[in-house]
């Protein structure tokens, strides 16, 4: 059983960066992905990374201005984002699959944080 606590959401900003980090609990090689909610739309995909962090994909909106990364002897996976705009305003979920390499399905992950909310203003 993995359990993953998210943290590092906040209010900030246009324009300005935070970091979120996931701690994972358990078996922790597994490939690690953060996807987010926004109000009354569906939960979507973020960004993924491999169980080294080799191999990485982020979604369209993401690409160029968040980063995910993980340190395995810490048991973490973290997503920097930068130039934060409003639209980025969502709960952030961190992800855990039991696979070596990760999805941007988000029906393949078994494990799920509880969310951090992320609220950028204009």
């Known amino acids: 059983q993995v359990q993953l606590v998210e943290s590092g959401g906040g209010l900030v900003q246009a324009g300005t960066s935070l970091r979120l980090s996931c701690v994972a609990s358990g078996r922790t090689f597994y490939a690690m992905a953060w996807f987010r909610r926004a109000p009354g739309k569906e939960r979507e995909f973020v960004a993924h990374?491999?169980?080294?962090?080799?191999?990485?994909e982020y979604a369209d909106s993401a690409k160029g201005r968040f980063t995910i990364s993980r340190d395995n002897a810490k048991n973490t996976v973290y997503l920097q984002m930068n130039s934060l705009k409003p639209e980025d305003t969502a709960v952030y979920y961190c992800?855990?699959?039991?696979?070596?390499?990760?999805?941007?399905?988000?029906?393949?992950?078994?494990?799920w944080g509880q969310g951090t909310q992320v609220t950028v203003s204009s």
């Open positions: 990374s491999s169980w080294d962090g080799r191999n990485t």
């Open positions: 992800a855990a699959r039991r696979s070596s390499y990760g999805s941007t399905d988000s029906d393949l992950y078994d494990y």
